[in-house]
């Protein structure tokens, strides 16, 4: 987890294990909930074919009071390649797309509420490879065409998951809306091994994903 405590405790380097990720040779995942965890290795033990699972999770979201599941949402459903925003949320008053992976949704989420942002989505990537395209399509689909869709991640932009993305879509993202990113500037280290500094560059970011700069 990016966690900002030093480089060898701050990224378990999601890009490698993306650059490696071709043929259907693995499965690479982030999950966000308790549910999403427990489908998911249910899902690898009961997958009659067998690929090497990647599991992307901090042990923040251990304790994190928004970061919990019902005991129906473990014994119903499935697996969620991408969880889309409140459905209660009018897509068409939605002016930006906030696309992320992992533990930063959280922040995101306290974020919007604090400043009460009906205009802002958040939709959460689970399984980034492989990467189910055809459902985070329709998980678009309801948004105007022309919004923008903007990657969020803690990283630095030459790590984590933004090139894997743009290399996949380019600068539109299902030829429809213009992809972005917001990210922390390319750097050799994954942290600056200092909180208060990590905290700060965090804040900025977040700030910058509602564009509070």
Request: glycine share 6%.
């Amino acid at each position: 987890g990016f966690e900002g405590q030093g480089p060898e405790h701050s990224s378990a380097r999601l890009e490698r294990f993306l650059s490696l990720a071709a043929d259907d040779n693995m499965q690479i995942v982030s999950p966000t909930t308790p549910a999403q965890m427990f489908h998911c290795l249910r899902r690898q033990v009961l997958c009659r074919w067998r690929k090497p699972l990647i599991v992307m999770t901090p042990k923040s979201l251990l304790r994190h009071p928004e970061a919990v599941s019902s005991l129906d949402d473990c014994g119903n459903g499935r697996f969620q390649y991408a969880i889309p925003d409140d459905p209660d949320r009018d897509p068409q008053a939605v002016k930006r797309i906030l696309l992320c992976t992992g533990k930063i949704y959280y922040e995101l989420i306290a974020e919007r509420e604090e400043w009460d942002r009906h205009d802002v989505a958040i939709v959460r990537i689970e399984q980034l490879y492989p990467l189910y395209e055809q459902g985070l399509d329709a998980i678009l689909a309801d948004y105007a065409e022309g919004t923008p869709a903007i990657w969020v991640q803690e990283e630095p932009e030459n790590m984590g998951a933004w090139r894997y993305l743009f290399c996949r879509f380019g600068e539109r993202l299902f030829g429809q809306f213009p992809l972005s990113c917001i990210c922390r500037d390319s750097s050799a280290s994954p942290a600056t091994g200092s909180a208060r500094s990590h905290r700060l560059e965090q804040d900025v970011l977040i700030a910058r994903a509602f564009q509070r700069e």
